[in-house]
């Protein structure tokens, strides 16, 4: 099982739309969230953290459930330029290094 | 520098030769992490630097891959006898708190291809 699952798609989803991915963790000492973005043949990129509160940041929504070890994003009225795969990354410590790690990423393809 | 530097941006080589890839992390960022992406797929960690502490090498597939970082800035990753199956892109990425997630600035990659 990976340690961070989610859903490839790919959404293709109209101008407008609301879009939401889904995430799943396996490991319950996982300290920190996040979700990265990652445009065509570029580097990955921190779009924003997840908090157990619920975090907003204009359009974008993130969710966090540490019981269910699930982790959630929302993008409302979707832009063109939204188009991208996004990454559900988890921050795990295993003794005292601590490193990042991704799941495969969830690719949206925003359609005018 | 502005950013994470890698190079180079692209390297064809032959199967059985030996590649080394560099990545200038932002300065003063004490962790420098190197990771790998396959066609399709999620980033894949390799090993990780902190300050002097001796590096976490758990991620590295096998004993034909290495890295060291030198006066704790530059790093290099080397391949040996290189495999196709090592074709991937190589993303180097700094931060200035220790593996916290903020801050992480990725480089713009070295993609391999092995022929």
């Known amino acids: 099982r990976k340690e961070v699952e989610q859903d490839p798609g790919p959404f293709n989803v109209p101008e407008g739309a609301t879009v939401a991915f889904n995430c799943t963790y396996s490991?319950?000492?996982?300290?920190?969230f996040f979700w990265y973005r990652q445009d065509c043949r570029k580097e990955p990129k921190l779009l924003m953290s997840v908090y157990s509160s619920g975090n907003e940041d204009g359009r974008f929504t993130a969710q966090l459930n540490r019981a269910s070890q699930y982790i959630s994003l929302l993008i409302r009225d979707s832009k063109l330029s939204d188009s991208a795969t996004y990454l559900c990354v988890v921050l795990i410590s295993s003794g005292s290094a601590r490193q990042l790690t991704f799941g495969s990423g969830t690719q949206l393809t925003v359609l005018p | 520098g502005a950013g994470v530097s890698q190079s180079p941006s692209n390297k064809v080589t032959e199967k059985g030769k030996d590649v080394e890839l560099r990545c200038d992390p932002i300065s003063g960022h004490t962790a420098l992490y190197w990771y790998r992406q396959s066609l399709g797929q999620g980033l894949e960690f390799l090993i990780y630097?902190?300050?002097?502490?001796?590096?976490?090498k758990s991620g590295l597939p096998s004993d034909r891959f290495s890295a060291e970082r030198t006066g704790g800035s530059v790093s290099t990753l080397t391949i040996q006898r290189t495999q196709q199956e090592d074709s991937a892109v190589y993303l180097c990425?700094?931060?200035?708190?220790?593996?916290?997630?903020?801050?992480?600035?990725f480089g713009s990659g070295t993609r391999l291809t092995v022929v």
């Open positions: 490991n319950s000492a996982s300290q920190s």
């Open positions: 990425a700094s931060s200035s708190r220790q593996g916290s997630g903020y801050g992480y600035t």
């Open positions: 630097f902190q300050g002097n502490s001796a590096p976490d």
